[in-house]
């Protein structure tokens, strides 16, 4: 069973506690000085992405780490327990500064594999498991969900660190990281080139999102759905006007896994988009 995990920022698991040395909070590891602390490294950021393959039946993985920075090689060998919370505000203000519409996943949905996480002597960090059946999502809507550190004992939970959000989904087989080429054809500016990653996300069981040609980060994007005959419908989503896909037919190719696009967008001056989606 394959899984998807995506944060934007690695953190080095190695030598945990010599690195928590170099924290503000904790000066001296060998004396004992300063606080014990907990933290969820998914906090770095806003939201993260999980989701399994849509495949029927229960599927579990990897979904929430805990990891903890003491401030002696003495504390690591004590147990702490940490306890979290399913915390919906963390979706509800989510949702307010993006203007998405995201869902808490319902609970009757999914099975964590412990919620009061007890880290043994010697453990510097832990994982919290999460199990569903991806089928049962429901493909219409955009599920998250949201963990909280509720408490930790006698360790402080550390600053900006102790809550994490999770957008859940169910992939389809297009769902993935590819290599764009092509061109972006300006009516003005004239032609540039596309060479560039794209993460392709799935929308529902045979639609997938993506960026239009190298405009992503302007907020233009699109839907490709994937037809019966392998053929594709480019639609626009995000800030994307309108998508004219009538130069040639637009396809997916299941032999080398790409998507073969030609379209446009802007109907009185049209920016031209000819690419090819490979999976990396």
Same mark, same amino acid.
């Given at each position: 069973?394959?899984?998807?995990?995506? /944060?934007?920022?690695?953190?080095?698991?190695?030598?945990?506690? %010599?690195?928590?040395?170099?924290?503000? +909070?904790?000066?001296?590891?060998?004396?004992?000085?300063?606080?014990?602390?907990?933290?969820?490294?998914?906090?770095?950021? +806003?939201? &993260?992405?999980?989701?399994?393959? %849509?495949?029927?039946?229960? =599927?579990? !993985?990897?979904? $929430?780490?805990?990891?903890?920075?003491?401030?002696?090689?003495?504390?690591? #060998? #004590?147990?702490?327990?940490?306890? @979290?919370?399913?915390?919906?505000?963390?979706?509800?203000?989510?949702?307010?500064?993006?203007?998405?519409?995201? +869902?808490? @996943?319902?609970?009757?949905?999914?099975? @964590? /594999?412990?919620?009061?996480?007890?880290?043994?002597?010697?453990?510097? &960090?832990?994982?919290?498991?999460?199990?569903?059946?991806?089928? =049962? @999502?429901?493909?219409? =809507?955009?599920?998250? %969900?949201?963990?909280?550190?509720? &408490?930790?004992?006698?360790?402080?939970?550390?600053?900006?660190?102790?809550?994490?959000?999770?957008?859940?989904?169910?992939?389809?087989?297009?769902?993935?990281?590819? =290599?764009?080429?092509?061109?972006?054809?300006?009516? !003005?500016?004239?032609?540039?080139?596309?060479?560039?990653?794209?993460?392709?996300?799935? $929308?529902?069981?045979?639609?997938?999102?993506?960026?239009?040609?190298?405009?992503?980060?302007?907020?233009?994007?699109?839907?490709? *759905?994937? #037809?019966?005959?392998? /053929?594709?419908?480019?639609?626009?989503?995000?800030?994307?006007?309108?998508?004219?896909?009538?130069?040639?037919?637009?396809?997916?190719?299941?032999?080398?896994?790409?998507?073969?696009?030609?379209?446009?967008?802007?109907?009185?001056?049209?920016?031209?988009?000819? +690419?090819? %989606? *490979?999976?990396?």
């Amino acid at each position: 069973m394959k899984r998807y995990i995506k /944060s934007m920022k690695a953190l080095v698991l190695g030598l945990v506690v %010599l690195a928590t040395a170099c924290v503000p +909070e904790g000066k001296d590891m060998i004396d004992g000085i300063g606080s014990n602390f907990v933290r969820l490294p998914a906090a770095n950021e +806003e939201l &993260s992405l999980l989701g399994v393959d %849509l495949v029927a039946g229960d =599927k579990t !993985t990897e979904f $929430l780490e805990i990891i903890r920075d003491v401030n002696s090689s003495s504390e690591l #060998n #004590n147990a702490v327990s940490v306890s @979290l919370k399913v915390d919906d505000a963390l979706i509800t203000a989510y949702n307010k500064a993006h203007a998405t519409t995201f +869902e808490a @996943l319902p609970t009757s949905l999914y099975k @964590l /594999s412990e919620v009061d996480v007890k880290m043994a002597a010697g453990d510097f &960090s832990k994982n919290v498991a999460i199990t569903f059946d991806p089928t =049962k @999502l429901d493909a219409k =809507k955009s599920y998250a %969900l949201g963990i909280s550190v509720a &408490s930790a004992g006698n360790y402080k939970i550390r600053n900006g660190l102790g809550s994490a959000l999770f957008q859940i989904i169910a992939k389809n087989k297009w769902h993935g990281k590819y =290599k764009a080429l092509g061109v972006f054809t300006h009516p !003005t500016a004239g032609p540039r080139d596309i060479d560039r990653l794209k993460d392709v996300v799935t $929308l529902t069981p045979n639609s997938v999102s993506t960026e239009l040609g190298d405009l992503g980060g302007a907020g233009y994007t699109m839907t490709l *759905t994937v #037809n019966a005959d392998n /053929s594709v419908t480019v639609t626009p989503t995000g800030a994307t006007p309108n998508i004219n896909q009538s130069y040639s037919k637009n396809y997916y190719d299941p032999a080398t896994k790409s998507f073969y696009l030609h379209y446009s967008y802007n109907v009185a001056a049209p920016r031209i988009v000819k +690419e090819v %989606l *490979t999976l990396k």
